[in-house]
């Protein structure tokens, strides 16, 4: 019988050994998708501001986007708007869907848009059953305070110099029971200075209530400077449609 060459026995067994190092690395689980989504959040740097939780604090005005942060779930992503260096709304545009995480992140969302309004920093708590949504959302809103400020050192001039230029936004329309509902601000120095009615529920009674309820409604907008007025008694969808849609318009002027 022929005999196999001793260097060819040698070369067979180093080929067999690499082999078997590149299986067991191949084995190798990966990291726990919670703890990187926590420790991506714990090693952002601190911004400018800091809150009195120690977190930091978004700076400027307008609205901002975080970027996505990934989960073992799906992809959790924040949009803030900010006003005077404060937060006033948190919304969430992505959010892990599908099976038992509508209900989680139905759960977790409004809770943790809430609490991201109170600290105004990413130093809130998880929602408990929400673990990963939680770690999830806090990267992204981190990410996007860090946007804000990142933006508002760039933009203070340009701000100022344009602080006291009158601008007209039109909100997106609200669709009520009774029609759509569209108003449209006009804002100079950071102050709504007149608000008007683009659409409002027409035909029937419809014609009686709108005549009653939007010129309430577009004083209390000038009065308030926010959507936060009250409706109008006899006009609770109207009313309701009208305060939708004159956040959308204050989104879009920034605050």
């Known amino acids: 019988m022929r005999k196999s060459h001793p260097i060819r026995r040698v070369m067979l067994a180093s080929a067999a050994t690499v082999s078997g190092v590149v299986l067991l690395l191949s084995l190798k689980p990966s990291s726990d998708p919670s703890s990187a989504a926590a420790d991506g959040a714990a090693s952002q740097p601190p911004a400018a501001g800091q809150s009195a939780q120690g977190g930091a604090q978004a700076a400027g005005t307008g ?36 099976g038992q995480s509508d209900q989680v992140t139905a759960n977790a969302v409004p809770k943790l848009n809430q609490a991201t309004v109170a600290a105004q920093s990413a130093d809130i708590d998880a929602v408990s059953g929400a673990t990963y949504t939680s770690a999830g959302y806090k990267k992204s809103l981190q990410s996007a305070i860090d946007k804000a400020n990142a933006t508002a050192g760039s933009g203070a001039a340009e701000d100022a110099g344009n602080a006291q230029a009158a601008k007209t936004v039109t909100g997106d329309a609200a669709q009520t029971q009774y029609g759509a509902v569209q108003v449209r601000i006009t804002v100079a120095g950071g102050k709504i200075t007149k608000a008007e009615t683009v659409q409002a529920p027409k ?27 009250d409706a109008v008694s006899g ?21």
Not at 78 to 90: C, E, N, Q, S
Request: proline share 2%.
């Open 235 to 255: 006009a609770t969808y109207t009313s309701a449609g009208y305060k939708k849609s004159l956040q959308s318009a204050l989104d879009q002027a920034g605050g």
């Open 203 to 229: 035909g029937g009674q419809s014609d009686q209530i709108t005549a009653n309820a939007v010129p309430k409604l577009n004083q209390a907008a000038v009065a308030a400077g926010n959507a936060d007025i």
């Open 63 to 98: 609205m901002v986007t975080g970027d996505a942060a990934q989960t073992q779930y799906g992809a959790v992503q924040v949009r803030l708007t900010v006003a005077g260096g404060k937060i006033t709304k948190a919304e969430t545009v992505q959010a892990p869907k599908g």
